[in-house]
């Protein structure tokens, strides 16, 4: 048996007192004794890359490129992925964002294992229960080596296939020189994609920038099927050109019929970012007019009970921590409740516990806070109940001023890691434990 670190009850042999309940290995970590229905290996190194701009950027890749290879496992299926170092000096590790896996199979180095260092190799083994766009990416030195292109998409599907065109993207900002490049990365599929008339299209949008990024699709009526791979129930049509601000770390699946004509997705900050779906698959672009702009807190219809009479509480306030640098007063740290990690206090619950946050931002800058091993739900974003279908995510963006409730269930018992995936932000301390047996 094992027991957490820092768990109050626990003492230092290792007893259990109180209602503490011990974890065996087996429940930290994914099953060790199935075959896997899909077996992959990503190979981290360093690499030049060319972006379609023509610029090169001195890289770090899975299996040569970045984004990595798209890995796809059907839902219910063992997933078993071994992750090879090859001279990535910083060490690697695999977080899977946005899967509720084991605790053992995050990926967070110095918390769930020890960064992969050249030479090393890991396993990692999980059983997504869940249909949708998920990613993969390194949690070490997560401030440059995301960046610089150690990331990927990981697609659960349903046992019956989707029988249309399954297309992901990503926004991504690559590391410039002295600025960095937003780009639309569809990991070497071209900018114009052949979809006859009729055709369905599901196009998946992960951000893995470190700011929103605001797409818009022209051409067609589109529905937001789904929002950090959780299906959207009730989906409406909205109009061609309705701009979605998508978070950092977040995902939107976004579904249309191709109309007579072609359909183009573009990305806000880089007008030479376009994705475009044609009969005959030509690269122009179509460009988009009105419509308006896409709220998830309204979106959808259909309820679901909440939780409800919640066991634990808590309240987070977001802030800037400002010092001086080189004589001026400027922004310098990122703090929860006024602590930097890691001397923000870890939130302790009980396994079972319905958990109630409260996450007010005092900070001028954006949040895009992620919890990691249990999706969330939205509950009011400054004091408006969600008035559409029940909007769960695991990457809340909290803006200037913001107040988001959320709830989950801590079904999921470990040391997990909940932190803003801004990673200068997360760099600069605000980063928080969530820990249960
Ligand atoms: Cu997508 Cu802790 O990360
Ligand atoms: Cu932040």
Known sequence: TLVLAGQADASADGHQHGGSAALSVEQLTGPKDQTPAVRKTLVAARTEVRLTSGATVDALTFNGS??????????GRLLEVTLVNQNVEEGVTVHWH?????????????????????????????????????????????????????????????????????????????????????????????????????RKVLLRTVNSSEEPQTVRLAGAPFQVAAIDGNAVPGATAL??????????????????????????????????????FSPGGAAGRVSATGGGQFDPLAYGSGSEPGLGGHDRTFDLRLDDGFGFS?????????????????????????????????????????????????????????????????????????????VYEIEF??????????????????????????AYT
């Open 326 to 402: 080189q004589g001026r007063l400027s922004y310098v740290s990122s703090l929860i409740n006024g602590r930097l990690y890691p001397a923000v206090p870890a939130l302790e619950v009980e396994r079972g516990d319905r958990v109630r946050m409260r996450i007010a931002s005092r900070s001028t800058v954006n949040h895009p806070f992620h919890l990691h091993g249990h999706r969330v739900r939205v509950l009011a974003r400054n004091g408006d109940p969600v008035s559409g279908s029940p909007w769960w995510t695991d990457t809340l963006n909290i803006g200037r001023g913001e």
């Open 98 to 198: 946005g899967v509720d896996v084991p605790n053992a199979e995050d990926g967070v180095p110095g918390v769930t294992q020890d960064a992969v260092m050249p030479g090393g190799r890991h396993v990692y083994r999980f059983t997504p229960d869940r249909a949708g766009t998920f990613w993969y990416h390194t949690h070490r030195d997560g401030l440059l080596n995301v960046k610089r292109g150690l990331f990927g998409a990981l697609i659960v599907e349903e046992p019956v296939a989707f029988d249309g065109l399954d297309r992901t993207v990503f926004t991504h900002a690559w590391p410039g020189s002295g600025r960095d490049v937003t780009a639309l990365d569809r990991a070497d599929q071209p900018a114009g994609q052949d979809a006859p008339a009729g």
């Open 66 to 75: 970045a984004p990595g290879p798209e890995i796809r496992v059907e839902r």
């Open 409 to 434: 269930r801590a079904d999921n018992p470990g040391i997990w890691m909940d932190h803003c995936h801004n990673f200068q932000h997360g760099a600069n301390g605000m980063i928080m434990h969530l």
């Open 239 to 276: 109009e061609p050109g309705t701009e979605l601000q998508l978070a950092a770390g977040g995902r939107y699946d976004l579904a249309f019929t191709m109309p007579a004509g072609a359909v183009t997705l573009s990305l806000g900050a880089n007008p030479d970012a376009a994705l475009t």
